[in-house]
Nanobody
Framework: QVQLVESGGGLVQAGGSLRLSCAASGSIASGGIGSISAMGWYLQGPGKQREMVALITTTGDIRYADSVKGRFTISRDNAKNTVYLEMNSLKPEDTAVYYC?????????????WGQGTQVTVSS
């Protein structure tokens, strides 16, 4: 089992910044089967589906949603199994519950684990 603990959400005015952190712990291998292949952040607004915000792989490949490019930065500390999301120039439409995700390597494919979610509220 893998546990993900998020922190850093809160209330901020439009134009402000927040930094989210997510630490993974539990049965995580240092490489190969059982290791983390990628970590990322997803958001879910009221009545909406969960959608990807940013992903980063063990090798450093990064993907961002178009809506956050240039404003959000994802980074990762592989040694600590921790991922960060620096959010700048926040907009009211960024308001959502943000979930941390970690993909664990299986023999075939990966298995996703999720954090409990942290609320981000951006006031206008």
């Amino acid at each position: 089992q893998v546990q993900l603990v998020e922190s850093g959400g809160g209330l901020v005015q439009a134009g402000g910044s927040l930094r989210l952190s997510c630490a993974a712990s539990g049965s995580i291998a240092s490489g190969g089967i059982g290791s983390i292949s990628a970590m990322g952040w997803y958001l879910q607004g009221p009545g909406k589906q969960r959608e990807m915000v940013a992903l980063i792989t063990t090798t450093g490949d990064i993907r961002y949603a178009d809506s956050v490019k240039g404003r959000f930065t994802i980074s990762r500390d592989n040694a600590k199994n921790t991922v960060y999301l620096e959010m700048n120039s926040l907009k009211p439409e960024d308001t959502a519950v943000y979930y941390c995700n970690a993909e664990i390597r299986l023999v075939q494919g990966v298995y996703p684990y999720w954090g409990q979610g942290t609320q981000v509220t951006v006031s206008s």
